[in-house]
């Protein structure tokens, strides 16, 4: 079966149980908790090991989660371990925050320039972006000196490249192609 596939057939029962139990924004917390969790070089290990049993890794996540997560998140742990299927848990969980901010109408967009943007900037870009996409906005911002100056932005599938970088390899690629057509 598909990666994918996987990963969004328990995001989808998950969703739609914390939905009818009316505890989407706590299994939510949950989903971010397990996320912050899952980066984590050990867990990473943990949950390719084919080494350890799966009641062991049963046992290995009550005591990481235990009380801090909701009793629906650490039974579809237990269903994903006792299937085999643990390795899907990041791609879970990634699908599931997706899901939870689609199904609340935010649109998660990120703005990638060479310094830090000052707030009354972000507001505009984030107002520009809930104008046009008539959506709430979700602004991450990353700080990446390779692109020397400008921006880039992306909202869902949208891509706006106003790097410098990007003009540079441009020019580069228009120079070289002149230079090949007129030998």
Known sequence: MNDSKISVRYCRAIFQAALEKKILDKVNQDMIFISEICKMPEMKEFLQSPIIVPSKKEAIFHNILGDNVEHI????????????????????????????KKYKGITESVLTTAVRVDDKVKKQITDLISEVFKTKVELKENIDPEIVGGFILQVDDNYIDASIKNK???IKKELISSVITTE
Request: hydrophobic residues 45%; positive net charge; glycine residues 4%.
């Open 73 to 100: 998140t650490l039974s579809l742990i237990d269903l994903i371990v006792q299937n085999g299927r643990e390795t899907f848990i990041p791609a879970i969980v990634r699908n599931f925050i997706h899901e939870t």
């Open 168 to 170: 540079l390899r441009k």
